[in-house]
């Protein structure tokens, strides 16, 4: 315990190092621990007070030369006891650091080690916990004073909180703002506020006036809500069952900040503010954080987390291999990781992207890596995509390791044999992984030595002219050529729309061709190489490949459910816009997967839900590019635990419909979600902000997008608030209708409007079926303070759906027909007359609208 005092103590007081980085001789910065132990900081930087690294995002910490950047600076002038490195963020950057001596690389090695043990098991929840209160914990609250205070003489002064007020994105009157001020400034010192002054002042900028009204609502006027109110309310409103006293009280014990409060049990406002703002009531839904859905039914009738190109840490023509990849998407829930395999020296083989400028890793450091990392917080089978570009040779090494390093992993026992009529469920194959892999032709004897795997995959899908060569003549300018498309491809994704990020296509053919006729950059294989094709056709799908989870002696035309098909997503598209339903019926009995084109280079993503729309188990993603397509995929497979196991819909798993239809299940009845947006809380600036802090306090709208089926995918936005990121209202009501709902996913998004344009702020994306109903907070993902305030509601809708337009049409002319008046002209003994009574039959909307306004507590629809 001293150790890691003095660890943290010299950590604190910073150290001076060198920070490499790639291309460059390397920055001397000062790095140190800031005061609440919750992050890196160094200085100088560009970036001032965003110059930092979160302790929670931290991914381990390595000592000696091992990154990539040390590898490139291999010229011997580093002592390997001086450097270390450490990995950070959802993509593992690396932060490579040199110290001056071998005990101050061991310090902070120690040190983070320790901050990194400390909150490893610490509930993603709790976290929210923690920081998302309505009022900052100390630490927090230090923090804010702390980046005030800008003269450090622990005081603020009327100036400094006018500047932090701009920058925390409030727009208060002036005069407000001094009269708060003066409220706050209790002691002798008049014209500063001293920390415990600057928190009376916060809370009182920070009372939530949507809260506390709600509040009111629900305790006859007081200010603040006693046993059975709050039990109303969480019945009524949250949809809450069984509430008891005990829970009642239990949350009043939690919440509430005043003792006084506590020994009476009522719950005041502050208190109400914090049990709104905690995880009890986040708009997802608490059960699905762990496995709540049945894993007994056969693979074939789950949507399958999957990964393309697994080892790749960027983009497909020039990033590095890294087994670490592997690592970090098992432990984030994917279950389905691809292997490339190509020939290595010395007869081992190796994993990288073949024709391209990629790095290699060896394929047991890579199986090594899978076994280690596979079922650390998740039994669930894991399905290894192999593609197999290897000689006879390397192939049996390839067995070898798989048989030596995985062993029992790999022995499925009955579940799974050529015989069997259905697959077998993630239940029966927890702990086990399945090799998913084209084998030799039949004909070629156990002992040959020569042979080839037929490739099924995306290198083989760039023409042999473009595909280069491993030769040694110098590919410096084909690299260079390559990054200044990459660069250029970058620039674009930033002055397009940030959030909604397209694929990036570009023409192979210029970037390939060489300078000089004379260097040759294609790599024709072998004719005699190549056996003839493995029948690969079905009577209802053309099917570009065929790999097996089984041995392989039957085809595909077979039917047996142990094969599975692969897809380009150029191909896939062509079947889902021509053949959808017979696509949809053959996801029912087999696995198909889908990976990106070999042209994007750029590693972007297709949008996974037009394939899990007709069925398809296998959407491989590059889960190394961030953005809207990873968002959508987080979204779907966090319904099931993060597990990488979802239930498709019932409709999917038998019978048939066709997704396209604008009624794709008549007899079914539709859902209608509600969403009131009420309100948005601490609403930062766009973190590309060109002015940065100085930069004006944003006019933020929302929009919320349905993604699912196509006749369900819309958006809607509100109106734009005007100057008011920290606490904006809008009171509006967005309605959606969904005609399967289990396939949907919600995407709240919140924008800084522009007179030329709009800037993304931030985003939370949510499965349908994980919405929880009442008042919600829903905060955006990565900021861990903005949230936007919502109320949820869900009906059921028979008969045919029309529009909304056409809903509110009704609805008037049946407010019209049962006001008093109208009443008096339509009633005859207390009954509408024949005609009124068959107008109001041909409304299947009025119950939902009559239901509406009473959730609404009595709002008129046309106030909103």
Known sequence: ENVQLRCMSVMQSGTQMVKLKAGSKGLVRLFYLDEHRSCIRWRPSRKSEKAKITIDSLYKVTEGLQSDIFHRHADGSFDPGCCFTVYHGNHMESLDLVTSNPEEARTWVTGLSYLMAGISDEDSLAKRQRTHDQYPCKTKKHQTFEEADKNGDGLLNIDEIYQLLHKMNVNLPRRKVKQMFQEADSDDQQGTLTFEEFSVFYKMMSLRRDLYLLLMSYSDKKDHLMVD??????????????????????????????????????????????????????????????????????????????????????????????????????????????????????????????????????????????????????????????????????????????????????????????????????????????????????YLAADVEEGEVSDDDSADEIEDDFKLKNSSVSSSWVESHIRKKLDSLLKESQIGDKEDAIAHFFNLSPLFSPPHRSLSLSLPLDPSLRPPSLP??????????????????????????????????????????????????????????????????????????????????????????????????????????????????????????????????????????????????????????????????????????????????????????????????????????????????????????????????????????????????????????????????????????????????YWIIYKLLTTSTTQENHKRNGQLTTESACLLFQFPYLNFFENRSLNLRGQSIFAE
């Not at 056969?298 to 987390?305: E, F, K």
């Not at 590095?320 to 292997?339: F, I, N, P």
């Open 229 to 442: 109110e709050l039990a109303h309310f969480l019945c009524n409103e949250q949809k809450m069952v069984n509430v008891t006293t005990e829970y009642c009280l239990d949350v009043i014990d939690k919440f509430e900040m005043s003792e006084e409060n506590k020994q009476k049990g009522i719950l005041g406002i502050e208190g109400f503010t914090s049990f709104m703002r905690s995880p009890m009531c986040d708009v997802f839904n608490p059960e699905h954080h762990d496995v709540n859905q049945d894993m007994d039914q056969p693979l074939c009738n789950y949507y399958i987390a999957s990964s393309h190109n697994t080892y790749l840490t960027g983009d497909q023509l020039l990033s590095h291999s890294k087994t670490d990849m592997y690592a970090w998407v098992l432990q984030a829930g994917c279950r389905c990781v691809e292997v490339d395999c190509w020939d290595g020296p010395d007869g081992e083989p190796m994993v990288q992207h073949g024709y391209t400028l990629t790095s290699k890793i060896t394929f047991k450091s890579v199986i090594e890596t899978i076994d280690k990392y596979a079922f650390i917080n998740n039994p669930y089978p894991v399905i290894l995509s192999i593609e197999n570009h290897c000689s006879i040779q390397q192939q049996k090494k390839i067995a070898k390791h798989l048989r030596e390093i995985l062993g029992d992993k790999l022995d499925l026992g009955d579940a799974l044999h050529r015989d069997s009529k259905e697959l077998p469920s993630p239940q029966c194959l927890q702990g086990k992984i399945l090799i998913k892999g084209k084998r030799l032709p039949l």
């Open 536 to 809: 690969c056709r079905s009577p209802d799908l053309p099917c570009p490949a065929s790999s097996s989870l089984t041995p392989p002696s039957l085809s595909v035309r077979s039917g047996n459910p142990g094969n599975v098909l692969s897809f380009s997503e150029t191909r896939a598209q062509h079947l889902v816009n021509h053949r959808a339903e017979r696509f949809l019926v053959f996801n029912q009995r087999q696995l198909s997967r889908i990976y990106p084109s070999a042209y994007r280079i750029d590693s972007s993503n297709f949008n996974p839900q037009l394939y899990w729309n007709v069925g398809c188990q296998l959407v491989a993603l590059n889960y190394q590019t961030e953005g809207r397509m990873m968002q959508l995929n987080r979204a779907k497979f966090m319904v099931n635990g993060g597990s990488g196991y979802v239930l498709k819909p019932p409709p999917m798993c038998k019978g048939s419909f066709n997704p396209f239809s604008d009624d794709p299940l008549p007899a079914c009845s539709k859902k209608q979600l509600v969403l009131k947006i009420i309100s948005g809380q601490q609403l930062p600036k766009p973190p590309d902000s060109m002015l940065g802090d100085r930069g004006e306090i944003i006019d933020p709208f929302v929009e919320v997008e349905i993604i699912g089926l196509p006749v369900d995918c819309c958006k809607e936005q509100t109106r734009v608030v005007d100057d008011n990121g920290f606490n904006p209202v809008w009171e509006e009501t967005l309605s959606f209708t969904l005609h399967m709902a289990e396939l949907a996913l919600v995407r709240f998004l919140v924008w800084d409007h522009d007179p030329i344009g709009r800037d993304f702020v931030g985003q939370r994306t949510i499965a349908f079926s994980s919405l929880m109903p009442g008042y919600r907070h829903v905060y955006l993902e990565g900021l861990t303070e903005a949230s936007i305030f919502i109320h949820v509601s869900v009906h059921d809708i028979y008969g045919k759906v029309g529009s909304l337009k056409d809903c509110l049409y």
